[in-house]
C-alpha cells in the first residue's frame, strides 16, 4: 500500500489506491461534499487518450462505481495548466446515512416499524 501525503479522504481511498497500483499517476482527489475542494467524490490523473479507459476499467475490477468520465484543460492565471490535459473521474457518492442524521428516538421508532424477517 501507497503512503500518502496529506492523508487521503477515506471516501476516495480505495479508488486511487487502484488507480495508482495499476501504474495510474493520480495528482489530486477529494471525497467531496461540504466542507471538501469538491462537491462530489473526485479523482484527477495523467496519461493519454487511451489512460480514461482503463482507469473506468480498473475501478471497475476494484468495486468502485463510475458516474463520469471527463478529460480536463484547467487554466490557472488565465493559462492552460502545465498538468493539462488531464483526466477527472467523478464517482457516486455513498448513500446518506439519514437514520443517524434523525432524532435518536424517533430513529428507534423507525425501527420498530421494520418488518422482521
Same mark, same amino acid.
Given at each position: ?12 481511498? +480505495?479508488? @486511487? *489506491? ?11 482527489? /477529494? &471525497?467531496?461534499? %461540504? ?26 475490477? +476494484?468495486? @468502485? *462505481? ?11 492565471? /488565465? &493559462?492552460?495548466? %502545465? ?35
Amino acid at each position: 500500500m501507497i503512503t500518502y501525503v496529506p492523508r487521503l479522504d477515506p471516501g476516495i481511498a +480505495a479508488a @486511487v *489506491d487502484a488507480l495508482n497500483e495499476a501504474g495510474i499517476e493520480t495528482f489530486s482527489s /477529494c &471525497e467531496g461534499g %461540504p466542507g471538501h475542494a469538491f462537491t462530489e467524490p473526485t479523482v484527477r490523473f495523467k496519461g493519454d487518450y487511451s489512460k480514461g479507459d482503463i482507469a473506468v476499467c480498473v475501478l471497475r475490477e +476494484a468495486g @468502485v *462505481d463510475v458516474r463520469e468520465l471527463r478529460r480536463v484543460w484547467g487554466y490557472v492565471d /488565465c &493559462e492552460v495548466s %502545465p498538468e493539462s490535459p488531464f483526466w477527472e473521474i467523478i464517482l457516486y457518492p455513498p448513500p446518506p446515512n439519514w437514520l443517524a442524521d434523525t432524532d435518536p428516538v424517533f430513529a428507534t421508532f423507525i425501527r420498530t416499524l421494520e418488518v422482521p424477517e
